[in-house]
């Protein structure tokens, strides 16, 4: 399946923004038409090919194992489910990116910072 912005996702998720790509999902902008178009991220696993049905299977497992994980630093999934043989992952929209986003970017903290940083 290829995706652009406009696109609507699962019947409910208007893609506004690529936000990035890895060696195995998308990551987009999203507005949740559902919730009145409070916006996400949206994370889709194999969004070209799909998944067979173990690596769903194995999917839904790692995604039951991490569901009670809970600290307020950690992005965590809100909602899960399958769209086209996708699994995707429905989290929250962090405008600023993420951490190792801006690590990348900027090559590394000082110590001041990284206290900050662990702190916050």
Same mark, same amino acid.
């Given at each position: 399946? =290829?995706?652009? !912005?406009?696109?609507?996702? !699962? ?12 060696? +195995?999902?998308? *990551?987009?902008?999203? $507005? #949740? =038409?559902?919730?009145? /178009? !409070? &916006? @996400? ?10 998944? /067979?049905? %173990? ?8 995604? $039951?194992? *991490?569901? /009670? ?12 489910? &399958?769209? #086209?043989?996708?699994?995707?992952? &429905?989290? %929250?929209?962090?405008?600023?990116? %993420?951490? +190792?986003? @801006?690590? &990348? /970017?900027?090559? =590394? ?7 900050? *940083?662990? *702190?916050?």
């Amino acid at each position: 399946m =290829q995706l652009k !912005a406009g696109d609507i996702f !699962a019947g409910r998720y208007r893609l506004l923004d690529h936000i990035g790509t890895g060696g +195995f999902a998308m *990551v987009w902008k999203a $507005a #949740d =038409q559902m919730a009145e /178009d !409070a &916006v @996400v991220a949206i994370k889709i696993y194999a969004p070209d090919k799909g998944m /067979d049905t %173990s690596g769903i299977k194995l999917f839904r497992r790692e995604y $039951a194992n *991490v569901l /009670d994980i809970n600290h307020p630093h950690l992005l965590t999934a809100r909602y899960f489910d &399958v769209h #086209d043989g996708s699994p995707y992952l &429905v989290m %929250s929209y962090c405008p600023g990116g %993420s951490l +190792f986003g @801006v690590l &990348v /970017d900027r090559g =590394q903290f000082t110590e001041t910072e990284l206290a900050a *940083v662990l *702190v916050e």
